[in-house]
């Protein structure tokens, strides 16, 4: 036995440094543990019980117990002394509980008490004795504790003796049948223990053979000995004594009055520990599942011997609080089943997992509408008949006839997310009056940690779906250029975050690619980052150069509040200059992965100051590039680590996208588990990757026209040879149309004298009409005599895409014609394709 709550090897005492009694270990004090069936004989017999009681195994079990353990009754109101011995009172009576009565199948609740026995060669040997009762299926009723009280007085003084509670502990014990029961009642008979803690000190029980009794100011078990507790205990044995000797009723009366108050005093008291134990297991996270495990393993075995938890339907979807009361069409999740049955029992008929209504002349549905718990201390046969017939394709009498039930509801605000049906087996004591409202406290917790995971669950639900909805759809090959992305979650509270990554398609076949990070987590940043995402369109849009996109994304999040700070990388490519214009706001930098050697780089770029900082101004620098290079831009949770410097996330993302892999998917795979593995990321990351493939000169075509009318045929007539040098003949009637308009509205608003027509083949053909006049040309409704107005409507139809932007010197009009798959298909690198003949 160890002194005070001490979590040490069982092996070695932690108890102070005193002479050790004879036939013990220091810190050690040797514990008998008897098992009593419901006959009164010994069905286990410890090898402490041989060393205290004297009789071998092999003569205890089987025998009568009160034949083994020849104690006379229980010592009553002595004290210890200072040398640490019992002293007999001045009437020579023992009163108090006594452990033969226990002994002969008499104990109906745990008792403990002190006792006195001869010893041939000890003499008179002071006990401490424990008894607790066993209930369920087998054939063990009684498990008794007791040790040698010089033994453990011998180590602690008299002080200790007036001030510490002693208990029961084990520790380690040889093996005897009805151990498996044993180890699921221990939470009972130790109501401090789990049942995982149960499970690990009896396999130690049964291992090695030594048992020990722990003494503990922290431990709290149903009954202790009535040495070193309050003096309400003392006055009660006085009472006791009084009444059996008083002739008069009042005092009988008085002192079974005093008796039964001091056992209400006792059951409350350790209902109200449970509950607060109970109450500081649950709610250690906010992960619904999780929560309603904590809660089925506090109840089971300690409270009861099954608990089945079933939550409503929108509380497990995360849709927000449930509308209205339930009815009989309510679907019900049973979200778990913790029993103590043998396994398997109730896995067939009531699975985990399933969804159903419930009947409404049930006790389960009054439970549910009403929201009160409710008690049946006994199903009878024709009732628990009566409730099974209720429920279609399964017989659920076998689970419930004979048992005690009570139905708890699981409420928060008046509302009823759920309920709890609580089940004790028939050789148990029945459920209470005192059990329903201990019950429906625990419910009442449980209820409202429940609530908690349930609007944190619903809330990540709204958070991610905005999210979600947020982030782009990118098209995995644009012009020049192929993509791809990857986000991922944080593993924190609040993992919604407001990291985002963009492609945007430009003028001129270029691309632009954005990635930022809002600072913070939750609705808060998923918001402002779709905020600065549309802006970062609209803006880009317009063809807007990078370092005054920035500067204007800075002024707009300066004007929608203080509180808005994120940091953001803007990139345009041109597959035709085959050049990155590059701009950044405080984000961590890009990698740029060179084709000709396979060597990575940082760019090294203006670091420039978060947006929504103001008045910092920002610049842009160009990059050459080659045809198959690859970008790799992220955000910093996928590179930085809490306690390591940026610098080795930076170092190892420009090695692991150095890497070569089959596709560009398997390459941003690749980057994820590389730098995951490093462990310790809590943030969301933003992943974008593309390759440069650039277009090659051969697939780019490019003349000026004369600001004359006239010149709308000669466009024409160059597109068709294009298109017949490339093998687009059969694009080249719609693009000869569309071409024409074009160029027609072009020559008429222009304010120079030319405008530039352009072919792009790619996958698509992409065609731009560029002029001096800024302002924009819009779609009209044009009447069927109307002379104007058509050409827009024309292009919508018949074009793919197609749009208008503003340029540095006026503005260009686009539209792209879908290419059949062998027109459109061209070698990767660039070239020409080689025509049959050519």
């Given at each position: 036995?160890?002194?005070?709550?001490?979590?040490?090897?069982?092996?070695?005492?932690?108890?102070?440094?005193?002479?050790?009694?004879?036939?013990?270990?220091?810190?050690?004090?040797?514990?008998?543990?008897?098992?009593?069936?419901?006959?009164?004989?010994?069905?286990?017999?410890?090898?402490?019980?041989?060393?205290?009681?004297?009789?071998?195994?092999?003569?205890?079990?089987?025998?009568?117990?009160?034949?083994?353990?020849?104690?006379?009754?229980?010592?009553?109101?002595?004290?210890?002394?200072?040398?640490?011995?019992?002293?007999?009172?001045?009437?020579?009576?023992?009163?108090?509980?006594?452990?033969?009565?226990?002994?002969?199948?008499?104990?109906?609740?745990?008792?403990?008490?002190?006792?006195?026995?001869?010893?041939?060669?000890?003499?008179?040997?002071?006990?401490?004795?424990?008894?607790?009762?066993?209930?369920?299926?087998?054939?063990?009723?009684?498990?008794?504790?007791?040790?040698?009280?010089?033994?453990?007085?011998?180590?602690?003084?008299?002080?200790?003796?007036?001030?510490?509670?002693?208990?029961?502990?084990?520790?380690?014990?040889?093996?005897?049948?009805?151990?498996?029961?044993?180890?699921?009642?221990?939470?009972?008979?130790?109501?401090?223990?789990?049942?995982?803690?149960?499970?690990?000190?009896?396999?130690?029980?049964?291992?090695?053979?030594?048992?020990?009794?722990?003494?503990?100011?922290?431990?709290?078990?149903?009954?202790?000995?009535?040495?070193?507790?309050?003096?309400?205990?003392?006055?009660?044995?006085?009472?006791?004594?009084?009444a059996s000797g008083a002739a008069d009723a009042r005092a009988a009366a008085e002192a079974a009055a005093e008796l039964?108050?001091?056992?209400?005093?006792?059951?409350?008291?350790?209902?109200?520990?449970?509950?607060?134990?109970?109450?500081?297991?649950?709610?250690?996270?906010?992960?619904?599942?999780?929560?309603?495990?904590?809660?089925?393993?506090?109840?089971?075995?300690?409270?009861?011997?099954?608990?089945?938890?079933?939550?409503?339907?929108?509380?497990?979807?995360?849709?927000?609080?449930?509308?209205?009361?339930?009815?009989?069409?309510?679907?019900?999740?049973?979200?778990?089943?913790?029993?103590?049955?043998?396994?398997?029992?109730?896995?067939?008929?009531?699975?985990?997992?399933?969804?159903?209504?419930?009947?409404?002349?049930?006790?389960?549905?009054?439970?549910?509408?009403?929201?009160?718990?409710?008690?049946?201390?006994?199903?009878?046969?024709?009732?628990?008949?009566?409730?099974?017939?209720?429920?279609?394709?399964?017989?659920?009498?076998?689970?419930?006839?004979?048992?005690?039930?009570?139905?708890?509801?699981?409420?928060?605000?008046?509302?009823?997310?759920?309920?709890?049906?609580?089940?004790?087996?028939?050789?148990?004591?029945?459920?209470?009056?005192?059990?329903?409202?201990?019950?429906?406290?625990?419910?009442?917790?449980?209820?409202?940690?429940?609530?908690?995971?349930?609007?944190?669950?619903?809330?990540?639900?709204?958070?991610?779906?905005?999210?979600?909805?947020?982030?782009?759809?990118?098209?995995?090959?644009?012009?020049?250029?192929?993509?791809?992305?990857?986000?991922?979650?944080?593993?924190?509270?609040?993992?919604?975050?407001?990291?985002?990554?963009?492609?945007?398609?430009?003028?001129?076949?270029?691309?632009?690619?954005?990635?930022?990070?809002?600072?913070?987590?939750?609705?808060?940043?998923?918001?402002?980052?779709?905020?600065?995402?549309?802006?970062?369109?609209?803006?880009?849009?317009?063809?807007?150069?990078?370092?005054?996109?920035?500067?204007?994304?800075?002024?707009?999040?300066?004007?929608?509040?203080?509180?808005?700070?994120?940091?953001?990388?803007?990139?345009?490519?041109?597959?035709?200059?085959?050049?990155?214009?590059?701009?950044?706001?405080?984000?961590?930098?890009?990698?740029?992965?060179?084709?000709?050697?396979?060597?990575?780089?940082?760019?090294?770029?203006?670091?420039?100051?978060?947006?929504?900082?103001?008045?910092?101004?920002?610049?842009?620098?160009?990059?050459?590039?080659?045809?198959?290079?690859?970008?790799?831009?992220?955000?910093?949770?996928?590179?930085?680590?809490?306690?390591?410097?940026?610098?080795?996330?930076?170092?190892?993302?420009?090695?692991?996208?150095?890497?070569?892999?089959?596709?560009?998917?398997?390459?941003?795979?690749?980057?994820?588990?590389?730098?995951?593995?490093?462990?310790?990321?809590?943030?969301?990351?933003?992943?974008?990757?593309?390759?440069?493939?650039?277009?090659?000169?051969?697939?780019?075509?490019?003349?000026?026209?004369?600001?004359?009318?006239?010149?709308?045929?000669?466009?024409?007539?160059?597109?068709?040879?294009?298109?017949?040098?490339?093998?687009?003949?059969?694009?080249?009637?719609?693009?000869?149309?569309?071409?024409?308009?074009?160029?027609?509205?072009?020559?008429?608003?222009?304010?120079?004298?030319?405008?530039?027509?352009?072919?792009?083949?790619?996958?698509?053909?992409?065609c731009e009409v560029s002029d001096d006049d800024h302002i924009l040309p819009q779609m009209l409704s044009a009447a069927?005599?109307?002379?104007?107005?058509?050409?827009?409507?024309?292009?919508?139809?018949?074009?793919?895409?197609?749009?208008?932007?503003?340029?540095?010197?006026?503005?260009?009009?686009?539209?792209?014609?879908?290419?059949?798959?062998?027109?459109?298909?061209?070698?990767?690198?660039?070239?020409?394709?080689?025509?049959?003949?050519?």
């Amino acid at each position: 036995m160890e002194r005070g709550p001490s979590h040490g090897d069982d092996r070695v005492g932690a108890a102070p440094q005193v002479p050790a009694p004879r036939d013990t270990v220091p810190g050690r004090i040797p514990l008998a543990v008897v098992v009593v069936d419901a006959d009164g004989r010994v069905s286990h017999w410890s090898t402490g019980a041989r060393k205290l009681f004297g009789p071998a195994r092999e003569e205890a079990v089987g025998a009568p117990a009160v034949d083994l353990m020849p104690v006379s009754g229980a010592l009553g109101e002595q004290e210890w002394t200072a040398r640490g011995r019992y002293e007999e009172p001045a009437d020579g009576r023992c009163d108090g509980p006594d452990l033969e009565a226990s002994l002969g199948g008499q104990a109906a609740y745990p008792t403990a008490g002190r006792a006195r026995m001869a010893d041939v060669e000890r003499g008179t040997v002071d006990l401490l004795w424990w008894a607790y009762p066993l209930v369920g299926p087998g054939a063990e009723r009684l498990l008794v504790l007791a040790a040698d009280a010089d033994q453990l007085h011998g180590r602690g003084g008299a002080d200790d003796a007036e001030n510490e509670r002693f208990a029961p502990g084990f520790a380690l014990h040889t093996d005897f049948e009805g151990s498996e029961v044993l180890a699921a009642q221990l939470p009972q008979i130790l109501p401090s223990m789990s049942p995982q803690e149960s499970a690990r000190i009896v396999s130690q029980v049964l291992e090695l053979g030594y048992p020990v009794l722990e003494i503990s100011q922290q431990e709290r078990f149903p009954v202790t000995p009535d040495w070193g507790v309050p003096r309400r205990v003392e006055r009660r044995a006085r009472l006791l004594r009084a009444a059996s000797g008083a002739a008069d009723a009042r005092a009988a009366a008085e002192a079974a009055a005093e008796l039964e108050s001091d056992l209400e005093y006792a059951a409350v008291r350790e209902r109200l520990e449970f509950l607060n134990e109970v109450s500081g297991r649950i709610g250690s996270s906010l992960d619904l599942a999780h929560t309603i495990q904590e809660v089925s393993e506090a109840v089971v075995p300690r409270f009861t011997d099954v608990a089945g938890t079933y939550l409503r339907e929108q509380v497990i979807a995360g849709e927000g609080f449930p509308d209205g009361p339930p009815d009989a069409t309510t679907l019900w999740h049973r979200v778990a089943v913790e029993h103590n049955d043998e396994p398997g029992r109730w896995d067939d008929v009531v699975p985990v997992g399933e969804s159903m209504p419930f009947p409404v002349h049930t006790p389960f549905f009054q439970c549910m509408t009403t929201g009160e718990p409710v008690l049946i201390p006994r199903i009878s046969e024709e009732l628990g008949n009566a409730i099974a017939a209720q429920f279609e394709k399964r017989d659920i009498s076998p689970l419930i006839n004979r048992r005690s039930l009570l139905v708890v509801p699981l409420k928060a605000r008046n509302v009823v997310l759920g309920f709890m049906i609580l089940l004790r087996h028939p050789e148990r004591m029945e459920f209470n009056d005192m059990d329903r409202v201990t019950g429906a406290e625990l419910a009442a917790r449980a209820g409202l940690v429940l609530d908690n995971a349930r609007m944190y669950t619903y809330q990540e639900n709204v958070a991610e779906t905005l999210q979600d909805s947020m982030l782009p759809r990118i098209e995995p090959r644009m012009a020049g250029c192929d993509t791809a992305t990857r986000y991922l979650p944080g593993t924190r509270l609040g993992r919604v975050g407001g990291d985002w990554f963009d492609t945007i398609k430009l003028p001129g076949s270029r691309t632009a690619f954005v990635v930022g990070d809002v600072m913070g987590h939750g609705l808060n940043s998923a918001a402002m980052m779709g905020q600065l995402r549309t802006a970062v369109q609209t803006m880009a849009a317009i063809d807007m150069h990078p370092a005054q996109l920035l500067r204007s994304l800075d002024d707009l999040a300066q004007r929608l509040g203080d509180n808005y700070l994120a940091t953001c990388l803007y990139a345009v490519y041109d597959p035709i200059g085959r050049r990155l214009v590059i701009s950044n706001a405080g984000h961590i930098p890009p990698v740029l992965v060179r084709a000709v050697d396979g060597r990575s780089e940082l760019l090294d770029l203006p670091t420039g100051a978060p947006i929504g900082v103001g008045g910092v101004p920002f610049e842009a620098v160009t990059v050459p590039v080659a045809a198959g290079d690859r970008l790799v831009l992220c955000t910093d949770g996928l590179v930085e680590v809490r306690g390591e410097d940026i610098g080795v996330g930076l170092a190892a993302l420009a090695e692991s996208a150095a890497h070569p892999a089959a596709s560009m998917d398997d390459a941003c795979d690749a980057i994820i588990r590389a730098l995951n593995v490093r462990g310790g990321r809590k943030d969301d990351v933003a992943l974008l990757m593309a390759r440069l493939n650039g277009i090659a000169p051969a697939d780019v075509a490019e003349w000026r026209l004369a600001t004359d009318a006239r010149e709308a045929g000669r466009a024409r007539r160059l597109v068709r040879g294009r298109l017949a040098q490339w093998g687009l003949e059969a694009a080249s009637e719609t693009a000869e149309l569309l071409v024409s308009e074009v160029v027609t509205n072009a020559v008429r608003h222009a304010h120079t004298q030319h405008v530039v027509l352009r072919l792009v083949r790619t996958d698509a053909l992409l065609c731009e009409v560029s002029d001096d006049d800024h302002i924009l040309p819009q779609m009209l409704s044009a009447a069927d005599d109307d002379e104007f107005g058509r050409g827009l409507r024309v292009v919508s139809r018949l074009a793919r895409e197609w749009g208008t932007s503003r340029t540095a010197t006026g503005k260009t009009v686009w539209f792209e014609q879908s290419l059949s798959r062998t027109a459109s298909a061209w070698p990767r690198d660039g070239r020409a394709p080689v025509r049959d003949g050519a």
